[in-house]
Nanobody, 122 residues
């Protein structure tokens, strides 16, 4: 399985960005994916996850009401709509598969995308 992320960039505080992540390869059993982010000098943290079969989404408290995760049509792909961005949202954003469920962290049998930089200026 390969994950390709795109959509990062530079935006002013209060602005919006949309990230996309598409999976290819052996994707038939993938039903849950998510976004994680890593700021310089910090751990890679959970942002949002989605199980499109169960219709469950899950968000970090810091992004609730501002970010929306969704599936991209019927594909094994997700998007992250980020509104009202803040300088604290600055990080490299990674997508990943989640075989353990929406409240899990990617494990050894999961896959990561290559990361896309999001920079929010004040």
């Amino acid at each position: 399985v390969q994950l390709q992320a795109s959509g990062g960039g530079l935006v002013q505080a209060g602005g919006s960005l949309r990230l996309s992540c598409a999976a290819s390869g052996r994707t038939r059993n993938i039903h849950t994916m998510g976004w994680f982010r890593q700021a310089p000098g910090k751990e890679r943290d959970f942002v949002a996850t989605i199980n499109w079969s169960a219709r469950i989404t899950y968000y970090a408290d810091s992004v609730k009401g501002r970010f929306t995760i969704s599936r991209d049509g019927a594909k094994v792909a997700i998007t992250l709509q980020m509104n009202n961005l803040k300088p604290d949202d600055t990080a490299v954003y990674y997508c990943a598969t989640l075989r353990g469920g929406v409240d899990s962290y990617p494990g050894s049998d999961d896959y990561w995308g290559q990361g896309t930089q999001v920079t929010v200026s004040s």
